[in-house]
């Protein structure tokens, strides 16, 4: 069929012509922005989930749902290498500016700004990635202390009582949550509890990895109370269904029953891969009409895409000794799996095995979904790497053995 035609978008965070699923939450969340607005107590929210359930997309929806009711926003994605203030700083100067344009908020956004300068330059020494243009001087004692915590929350306190008197909300929407180091993790959350108890609108909406409920956890023990963490897990099977007909039906193709079937079998109902399988049997189809030998004949060319980029990129941010964790974790199936049985796979010890499973969670590859269990973030992963390193090379030979 025409591949200009094609609807489905396999791609990084990239919103899929049908967004099946997701309606309750993304009602869920506008009602609490909106009670935010009006000054009524509502928690902010973290989805968390694994990899290719389309968390990215889902954050950037319900973005767009939020401004469209006037609500002002901010969006970051918190990268491994860069301190949450560097993110954060020059987002909160662009809105604190749209803020100033309306009238009733101008004094107020003036001292918000005052206050970026200040917390900017208290903290520059500490965190030497923060660039921020200066707009004001900053107000002597106003978010310039050079503690992240106690500074931070003076200055989304600040920029509550902007979006208060300008009769919006601010909206903080960060994704990959997980990787934002847990003293500025415990920084954000403090600000956040703040404002919460002077009912000033301000929230965050954030989205990561599932091991993140853990860390928020970890850095402030009231975070359960602050925060609810929905699950965003795969689609169930009439939801999958949908993702993957619908699409091809608004371009007038007919998809046979068996065909969505098999779509929504092998996919497990992960999004991403929905997208995957979607766009390569378009490719392969013929006549406005989507078969099962269309689907079958499709999957070589969907994992192939699969291991070249949403698999491959992952494979290679990983040192060889990691890479041998994870190729023993997937001989022993999808998982979860006990860290003992990973570490007697490859004839060691858990505790030596330490260090390389904790480097392999703070990369986002693996997770702890209980004490001692181990699962892999990124769905079909375990049959990736037996894909990747077949056979038994990748074995460590006994000490014993030449």
């Given amino acids: 069929m025409d591949a200009v035609r094609n609807p489905y978008s396999p791609g990084a965070g990239t919103r899929p012509p049908e967004l099946a699923g997701r309606d309750e939450l993304r009602e869920r969340v506008r009602v609490s922005i909106e009670r935010i607005r009006i000054g009524r107590p509502a928690k902010s929210v973290i989805m968390v989930g694994l990899r290719g359930v389309g968390k990215t997309v889902l954050l950037n929806q319900i973005l767009r749902d939020a401004e469209a009711s006037g609500i002002h926003t901010v969006y970051v994605e918190a990268p491994e290498t860069r301190s949450l ?14 803020l100033s344009r309306i009238a009733s908020a101008k004094d107020a956004a003036i001292r918000g700004l005052r206050a970026l300068a200040g917390f900017a330059s208290a903290l520059k020494v500490k965190f030497g990635d923060i660039e921020v243009g ?15 915590e106690g500074d931070l929350a ?18 903080i929407f960060v994704d990959e949550l997980q990787y934002v180091a847990e003293d500025q993790l415990a920084a954000l959350i403090t600000a956040l509890h703040r404002t919460s108890q002077l009912a000033l609108p301000v929230t965050l909406i954030g989205a990561g990895l599932p091991q993140l409920r853990g860390r928020a956890g970890n850095a402030k023990s009231y975070a359960e109370r602050l925060f609810d963490y929905p699950i965003i ?79 491959q990129v992952r494979f290679d941010r990983m040192t060889l000794a990691e890479k041998i964790y994870l190729r023993a974790m997937a001989s022993l199936g999808e998982g979860p799996h006990r860290s003992g049985d990973i570490a007697t796979s490859l004839g060691r010890t858990s505790q030596s095995l ?28 375990d049959q990736y790497m037996c894909r990747i390193m077949p056979g038994d090379d990748w074995k460590p030979v006994p000490k014993n053995q030449n």
Avoid: C
């Fill in 154 to 171: 003076a200055l989304l306190t600040q920029v509550g009582e902007v979006a208060k008197t300008a009769g919006t909300a601010l909206v």
């Fill in 134 to 148: 200066i707009d004001y001087e900053p107000e002597a004692g106003l978010a310039d202390n050079g503690d992240l």
């Fill in 354 to 381: 330490g260090p390389i499973r904790s480097a392999l969670i703070s990369k986002g590859m693996i997770w702890s979904p209980t004490h001692g269990d181990t699962a892999f973030t990124v769905p079909m992963f």
């Fill in 85 to 98: 203030p560097a993110i954060l700083a020059p987002q909160l100067r662009l809105a604190l500016l749209r």
């Fill in 233 to 311: 897990g795969p689609l169930e099977p009439p939801e999958a269904r949908q993702a993957f007909v619908k699409p091809a039906e608004s371009e007038g193709v007919t998809v046979d029953q068996g065909a969505a079937d098999m779509v929504v079998q092998v996919t497990l109902g992960y999004p991403y891969f929905i997208q995957e399988w979607g766009s390569s049997a378009w490719d392969v189809a013929q006549d406005d009409r989507i078969t099962l030998a269309d689907v079958q004949n499709a999957s070589v060319y969907a994992i192939a895409a699969l291991d070249e980029s949403f698999f």
